[in-house]
């Protein structure tokens, strides 16, 4: 694998973007080879488990939007729903009994992954090629070794006494007592046994076989109710994506658990206050006004998103005109950091983007959620474990209350862009709680002319936790040193902290873009963000 990347691509037939450029590679090498943009975004997808387990692993959840191929949705675009239900046998009550908050580490939190399922489906409806072929690289990799990126280096060295304390991340990642270093060797091979296995057996060998079956049993001694019946239980939703038009682009995303609404929320209302003021500015004097949008929207997100089996949220209303203006309104009037009243831990994640000469894109993003998951990985199979079940709220009134065999909100939330009916971008980001804040900056920077490049690495400010556990309106914005003086004070002038970080630092996320450039004339273009390790490629 070569260490060298390049932010941005243009000029390809078929185009791809994601945070690690081992990734990004694995993805060029099966779209020169005549595979599609699915099979490229498997590819990157699983490379990813092995390089960046710090963001995602075998053991997370998937969700993605495909567009451009096959039938049976609204308008050809369809929402892969990969994540997991919490165990059917948890005691919510005995939980709350114990604990304030849901737990965010060890077995608790742990719902059963999704990420294995929403690859089968995947390279089942959509692929060209088997899953085996889009996991051989990975699992290459993971028995030959990878050097440790800047990105995991830093991440390691934050989280070594949380890692340290599990014995199957202590002999991967803390060997003789030191966690391992930028450009040191990480090698998996009980993680490239477990690839072998679903590429022999596909899905199966995770919800049916031993490679579920181990992780229950480590699961059960951990204290979870997790059993194998659950992983044989699991399943994948495929539906229709929800949409929101911003300047003339509709914008493509998941509604259902994922947050996918609520940055269509944002979207809505800020086109109402574009139509009024003109191109938006989120680095300048429009911040405040940005900032109270989605301080809305995040509030609203807190208030409603859940597993819609149990709570449906009120779709029809959350995107009507009516809202979007009153949100729009209350955002211009100056007392922007309070919500309206209503009408009637940094986040890990890992964004993979493609699109090829055949017109399909894909929009793939897989997680653990926090920072290595739950800080559990099974020595047996080698998979590190999520804790997405951390999402869920203890008070049994909320829609997102813990309940077995539900599932809990979901920050997940792939992105497609149409415009004049045709697929013209698809879009991925990092962020955890504030990913609708990063898609946001990105959507209003290409809106105003911005390349994409510059879309993906301008100054970022994001609004509250990025993690669960903290309510993301919470009034402090965090912003990269560079953020200009005048948006800083656009958003102190709504009443807004500003506390500020280092510049291109990921705690206010990372994005991966891919484009078609001038109406299509000068093909694909593509860019990733430089806070993560990523490559955008195209050819």
Known sequence: MRTDRQLSAAGGAWAVATPHAAASDAAADVLRSGGNAVDAALAAAAMLTVVYPNQCAVGGDLLALVGGAGDGAVGGVHFVNASGRAPRAIDAGSLAAHHDVMPVTGALPVTVPGVVAGWGTLAEDWGTRPLAAALAP?????????????????????????????????????????????????????????????????????????????????LAQQGSSMTEADFAGHSVEVSAASSAEYDGAEYLSSAGNSQGLYFLMALRALDVVRAARGPLDPLGRDAGIVASVLNQVAVDRDRYCADPEWTPAPVDLLLSDAYAQRIAEHATSGAANQPVEQPAARGDTVAVVAADSSGTWVSLIQSVFHCFGAMLLDPATGILLHNRGASFTLDPTAPNALVGGKRPLHTLMPVLVREAGELTGAHGAMGGRAQPQVHTHMALQLAAGASLGHATSAPRWVLGSMEAGVAAGAGTITAERDVPDAAVDAIERAGFGVGKIDVSDDGVGHGQLVRRANGGRAGLVAATDPRADGSAVAG
Request: a negative charge; zero cysteines; charged letters at 25%.
């Open 138 to 218: 990975a699992e290459a990799a993971a028995r030959e070794g990878v050097a440790v990126a800047p990105g995991l280096a830093r991440d390691l060295a934050r989280e070594q006494r949380g890692l340290a304390r599990d014995p199957g991340l202590r002999a991967l990642l803390v060997p003789d007592g030191a966690v391992l270093t930028e450009g040191q060797t990480l090698r998996q091979r009980a993680l490239a046994d477990t690839l072998a296995l679903i590429g022999e057996h596909g899905p199966a060998a995770m919800y049916s076989g031993e490679i579920g079956a181990s992780l229950v049993r480590l």
